[in-house]
């Protein structure tokens, strides 16, 4: 670690524009279920999902696009990067460009970087031990499933580098 890196909050990245406000799927009534799955569509994309740093398009869940024009967020896009949050902790990945729009569950929230941050070095400072650890010890504090929702990594620690280091 050098001196001219920052530890700041996720909150400070939507402070300074850094990164978009992050988002998880949708709760309740809206959440598309198992009957809603169709065999092509936009991917539906849930926590074992992520698998090796990557959107398993292949084995996910497809919803219509009638279906996702009901729902209000957790629409994701190319360049995102996803972190898992509820139950399975820490999966990451980046979306790639192969579809335009991808949905997720409430068990994964999407990063969007805006400047200032790459989205590779936000990827895999995401990965990392430390933050791993981060993430165990607070998604684990008080349940008896891990989950930490958006309020809470508004709280993250993120380590920020210049950019020209990322």
Same mark, same amino acid.
């Given at each position: 670690?050098?001196? $001219? ?14 990164? $978009? ?5 949708? &709760?309740?009534?809206? &959440?598309?279920?198992?009957? !809603? ?27 219509? $696009?009638?279906?996702? *024009?009901?729902? *209000? *967020? ?22 790639? !460009?192969d579809y335009e ?23 895999y400072y995401f990965?990392c031990a430390y ?22 990594? *508004? ?8 950019? $020209?280091?990322?």
């Amino acid at each position: 670690m050098n001196c $001219e890196w920052k530890m700041v909050s996720v909150q400070d990245l939507i402070d300074a524009q850094m990164i $978009e406000e992050p988002k998880d799927g949708n &709760h309740g009534n809206i &959440h598309p279920k198992s009957t !809603d799955y169709v065999t092509q569509g936009i991917p539906f994309i849930m926590a074992n999902d992520l698998v090796n740093g990557r959107v398993d398009y292949q084995h996910c869940a497809y919803i219509s $696009e009638k279906q996702a *024009k009901k729902l *209000k *967020k957790g629409f994701s896009r190319p360049g995102d990067v996803l972190l898992t949050h509820k139950a399975t902790i820490g999966r990451t990945a980046i979306v790639t !460009d192969d579809y335009e729009t991808i949905i997720l569950t409430p068990q994964v929230t999407y990063y969007r970087t805006k400047k200032g941050i790459l989205n590779r070095y936000l990827k895999y400072y995401f990965d990392c031990a430390y933050f791993q650890n981060i993430l165990a010890n607070w998604a684990g504090a008080g349940s008896t499933r891990a989950y930490l929702g958006i309020t809470a990594q *508004k709280k993250l620690p993120i380590l920020l580098p210049p950019l $020209e280091t990322q």
